[in-house]
């Protein structure tokens, strides 16, 4: 499906498995409802906006950017693993944006957000939201870190244009470092400006 300079109101779209979807070239959708079956490197999402209505993937959806993106009032549903929202001045000119969205029955994992603000979206429970400025940055490198958190407090002190904050599933985190939830809201509870859902 390419949806290639058009404006679509109140319709349902349904992204099939291993179809290749585009939505570019100023086209709007409004109050849509998607459902998307296929991976990432199907999806293309460029220079378009969307508003209102719910972007649903029923499979995990990895590395897909949404920098050049408007994206207003959206509900985001199911598995998104480093992704990146917002816009960059640099590369995509400011032509995205993301505010007034809704990840609340969203995983939004190693996601990055750029030129936002972290209370302009909603995030599902049991996410740690890292801010990205000079404070945090600061605190994470002055910390004493246990050996299996000390690679990712490095890498969120990292400064990177525009990059507002960070979000990470914490259930997602601890599976993945063999860890508990507990050790990581004890560990990066310390740093200052931090969020937890």
Not at 119 to 146: C, D, E, G, Q, V
Request: aromatic residues 10%.
């Amino acid at each position: 499906m390419d949806i290639n300079n058009q404006s679509l109101q109140g319709e349902t779209i349904n992204i099939a498995s291993k179809e290749n979807f585009v939505l570019r070239n100023g086209s709007v959708l409004q109050d849509c409802q998607i459902t998307n079956r296929a991976t990432s490197r199907y999806l293309l999402f460029a220079r378009s906006v969307i508003e209102g209505g719910s972007f649903s993937t029923k499979v995990r959806l990895s590395e897909v950017i949404w920098l050049d993106m408007k994206l207003h009032g959206v509900s985001f549903k199911g598995k998104f693993v480093g992704n990146d929202f917002g816009t960059r001045a640099e590369t995509y000119e400011n032509l995205g944006e993301i505010r007034d969205c809704d990840f609340t029955e969203a995983s939004v994992h190693y996601c990055r957000f750029f030129n936002c603000d972290i209370a302009s979206n909603k995030f599902a429970p049991n996410h740690l939201i890292m801010p990205r400025n000079s404070t945090t940055s600061n605190a994470l490198l002055t910390l004493s870190w246990p050996e299996q958190f000390r690679g990712l407090a490095g890498i969120f002190a990292e400064h990177i244009d525009d990059l507002s904050f960070d979000t990470v599933d914490i259930s997602l985190l601890a599976k993945e470092e063999k860890t508990t939830e507990g050790e990581i809201r004890q560990a990066f509870g310390r740093v200052e400006g931090i969020v937890f859902t």
